[in-house]
Nanobody, 121 residues
Framework: QVQLQESGPGLVKPSQTLSLTCTVS??????????WSWIRQPPGEGLEWIGY???????AYSPSLKSRTSISRDASKNQFTLQLSSVTPEDTAVYYC?????????????WGQGTQVTVSS
């Protein structure tokens, strides 16, 4: 069974870049045909999809975050990474990494436990 684990700093200053890593075990991030997503949930709000990287390295981002977002991967470490630049307090949220099949890209079946990121000076 695949397991996902987010890691990264819990506190980021405004205007800096938020960087999170998802380490995957029990399955390869290059396995056909899975998509690997970053999703967040601000306090008191619903889930917001940020973007994904595919099994073959393709990427897609939320239009509202695209200008500030980059998702990359290190297949040798079985990890994928989120970078969100120029953060503001509105980027405070619980951040999740997740896996979904290509047939249901936006309905992940496997989730990490989530990590709280607070943007504050």
């Amino acid at each position: 069974q695949v397991q996902l684990q987010e890691s990264g700093p819990g506190l980021v200053k405004p205007s800096q870049t938020l960087s999170l890593t998802c380490t995957v075990s029990g399955g390869s991030i290059t396995t056909n045909y899975y998509y690997w997503s970053w999703i967040r949930q601000p306090p008191g709000e619903g889930l917001e999809w940020i973007g994904y990287i595919t099994y073959n390295g393709g990427t897609a981002y939320s239009p509202s975050l695209k200008s500030r977002t980059s998702i990359s991967r290190d297949a040798s470490k079985n990890q994928f990474t989120l970078q969100l630049s120029s953060v503001t307090p509105e980027d405070t949220a619980v951040y999740y990494c997740a896996r979904s099949p290509q047939s249901n890209t936006y309905i992940p079946k496997d989730w990490g436990q989530g990590t709280q990121v607070t943007v504050s000076s």
